[in-house]
T-cell receptor, first 115, second 112 residues
Framework: DSGVTQTPKHLITATGQRVTLRCSPR?????VYWYQQSLDQGLQFLIQ???????AKGNILERFSAQQFPDLHSELNLSSLELGDSALYFC??????????????FGPGTRLTVL | AQSVTQLDSHVSVSEGTPVLLRCNYS??????LFWYVQHPNKGLQLLLK??????LVKGINGFEAEFKKSETSFHLTKPSAHMSDAAEYFC??????????FGTGTRLQVFP
């Protein structure tokens, strides 16, 4: 158990809808990362927050947004969902801002299915 | 831009035999390199990391990897495979903006 929790575990929704994925980092970790894992794109970094501020952006679509709250939990919002958004979404956390050397601790993931 | 190439998408070994998972990286400066493992229906777990200290890095569960700058490689090895090692393994490089860039993964099968 990494100490990172994600809810829900599974999510099934329809095209055009909006969903929110939630992540609670390990106690004491200030950085939260979001990743998308799909069969065709592999594992891709989406976005990083550090202590409430956006720190780095990856291949995140404009339809997707995230935020990190004062209690350090984070939410990833996915809107106008398309079939291709079906994937496993991981959250990870680390103690500091420097992901180059930090160990990232991954949650179990949220499996999103868009029908 | 930095990248990693995992040379084998699938590797099959017998229990008790050595494991070799190959990874080559491309980087314009000194990289940080990681190996993560993903068991079925689970999140990713760090096996080991190289961050410009010792070139031979020991990780959890008997795995180790050697950073070879001249060969731009960071292969993962284990002397004796166990059934519980069956999983997907990802080689990861950290780029100059601190983002993690994942390889495409190597699925390790271990036969009894």
């Amino acid at each position: 158990d990494s100490g990172v929790t994600q809810t829900p575990k599974h999510l099934i929704t329809a095209t055009g809808q909006r969903v929110t994925l939630r992540c609670s980092p390990r106690s004491g970790d200030l950085s939260v990362y979001w990743y998308q894992q799909s069969l065709d794109q592999g594992l891709q970094f989406l976005i990083q927050y550090y202590n409430g501020e956006e720190r780095a952006k990856g291949n995140i679509l404009e339809r997707f947004s995230a935020q990190q709250f004062p209690d350090l939990h984070s939410e990833l919002n996915l809107s106008s969902l398309e079939l291709g958004d079906s994937a496993l979404y991981f959250c990870a956390s680390s103690p500091s801002i420097v992901s180059r050397t930090d160990t990232q601790y991954f949650g179990p993931g949220t499996r999103l299915t868009v029908l | 831009a930095q990248s990693v190439t995992q040379l084998d998408s699938h590797v099959s070994v017998s229990e008790g035999t050595p494991v070799l998972l190959r990874c080559n990286y491309s980087s314009s400066y000194s990289p940080s390199l990681f190996w993560y493992v993903q068991h079925p229906n689970k999140g990713l777990q760090l096996l080991l990391k190289y961050t410009s200290a010792a070139t031979l890095v020991k990780g959890i569960n008997g795995f180790e990897a050697e950073f070879k700058k001249s060969e731009t490689s960071f292969h993962l090895t284990k002397p004796s495979a166990h059934m519980s090692d069956a999983a997907e393994y990802f080689c990861v490089v950290s780029d100059n903006t601190d983002k993690l860039i994942f390889g495409t993964g190597t699925r390790l099968q271990v036969f009894p």
